[in-house]
């Protein structure tokens, strides 16, 4: 094999890698929010699951959501998520990617496993992944 060939099957091999790194694919699908409207309140009724496939408590998830909405809320012993006032699905579904986003994936490596910790008075993002640590805001 020449020289030239050799370099070629590298060009090659270097393209199709830089493709596949282009790929960004996530095991996290967050569910679609299921809201239902009952007088003047609106239902979040897979709110529990939605906790459950994130990783994170469901009271802080509220606490975001409910401030974020600019109103007051509670969860019904089913695990649902009870808003004062109606609330469109498309509210909701921005709200917790952007919760996703800011509190969950880990913004060295991308990766959704992580958790958060207490230190003093700053909450810190561990990522189980990469083992990165980077301080969230608020």
């Given at each position: 094999m020449s020289n030239s060939?050799?370099?070629t099957l590298l060009d090659r091999v270097k393209e199709g890698l830089q493709k596949e790194g282009m790929k960004k694919v996530s095991r996290l699908v967050l569910p679609t929010p299921e809201v239902n409207f009952v007088g003047n309140r609106t239902y979040l009724r897979n709110f529990k699951e939605i906790a459950d496939v994130i990783r994170r408590d469901p009271n802080k998830l509220l606490m975001y959501l409910a401030r974020e909405l600019a109103t007051a809320a509670s969860l019904d012993k089913e695990g649902r998520a009870i808003f004062i006032g109606r609330k469109s699905k498309d509210s909701f579904r921005v709200l917790i990617e952007r919760y996703v986003a800011d509190n969950v994936i880990c913004p060295v490596c991308?990766?959704?496993d992580t958790h958060i910790e207490r230190q003093r008075k700053i909450s810190i993002l561990v990522?189980?992944?990469?083992?990165?640590?980077?301080p969230l805001k608020g």
């Open positions: 060939d050799y370099r991308g990766n959704p990522c189980e992944a990469c083992g990165a640590k980077s």
